[in-house]
T-cell receptor, first 115, second 113 residues
């Protein structure tokens, strides 16, 4: 049973380019969460999605960042016009249901480096 | 404000030493508590979790944690560490009806062989 998959594992972008990060949840999981880990810091919640719905985006920066989880295919975290401060590790997690007794299972992360 | 505080940024121990990593949280209401571990080059793995019941929780690889509600603490312990325990350890909290997890900044554990 494959775990949460993320790709690419490493991504290098120049300032002003776009970054697309993909997350495929565990089989049977319909809830996806994105977290960001800045250097020397813990993970910070960004957004929580179910299929075709954004449930909680309270941790998303107001500009340049967007996320989707379409009916078919992986969840995408998109960063437009990247800046150096976007350099971080981006982790995706999934769960079969919301909150309660559910555990979130994490993927290996995408390490974004903005030059 | 909701937050998790891990007191030690970097802990260095010799093999067979006992381990205790401190974790305190600030969160109103009923909480779920977690310890995650990230081995070098690998993804976060769940070490143990507390949802309700016995405040002494046993996890994988001989780890345990104790939830002390009056102290808002959830310290991680292991009686005898091994070199393979070298990793980063994250304490985390979530409201029992919430979705997002709030993480501490992590404690890097280095074990001398």
């Amino acid at each position: 049973n494959a775990g949460v998959m993320q790709n690419p594992r490493h991504l290098v972008r120049r300032r002003g380019q776009e970054a697309r990060l993909r997350c495929s949840p565990m089989k049977g999981h319909s809830h996806v969460y994105w977290y960001r880990q800045l250097p020397e810091e813990g993970l910070k919640f960004m957004v929580y999605l179910q299929k075709e719905n954004i449930i909680d985006e309270s941790g998303m920066p107001k500009e340049r960042f967007s996320a989707e989880f379409p009916k078919e295919g992986p969840s995408i975290l998109r960063i437009q016009q990247v800046v150096r401060g976007d350099s971080a590790a981006y982790f995706c997690a999934s769960s079969p249901r919301q909150g309660g007794q559910e555990t979130q299972y994490f993927g290996p992360g995408t390490r974004l480096l903005v030059l | 404000a909701q937050s998790v505080s891990q007191h030690n940024h970097h802990v260095i121990l010799s093999e067979a030493a006992s381990l205790e990593l401190g974790c305190n949280y600030s969160y109103g209401g009923t909480v779920n508590l977690f310890w995650y571990v990230q081995y070098p080059g690998q993804h976060l793995q769940l070490l143990l979790k507390y949802f309700s019941g016995d405040p002494l929780v046993k996890g994988i690889k001989g780890f345990e944690a104790e939830f002390i509600k009056s102290k808002f603490s959830f310290n991680l312990r292991k009686p005898s560490v091994q070199w393979s325990d070298t990793a980063e350890y994250f304490c985390a909290v979530r409201g029992s009806s919430a979705s997002k997890i709030i993480f501490g900044s992590g404690t890097r554990l280095s074990i001398r062989p």
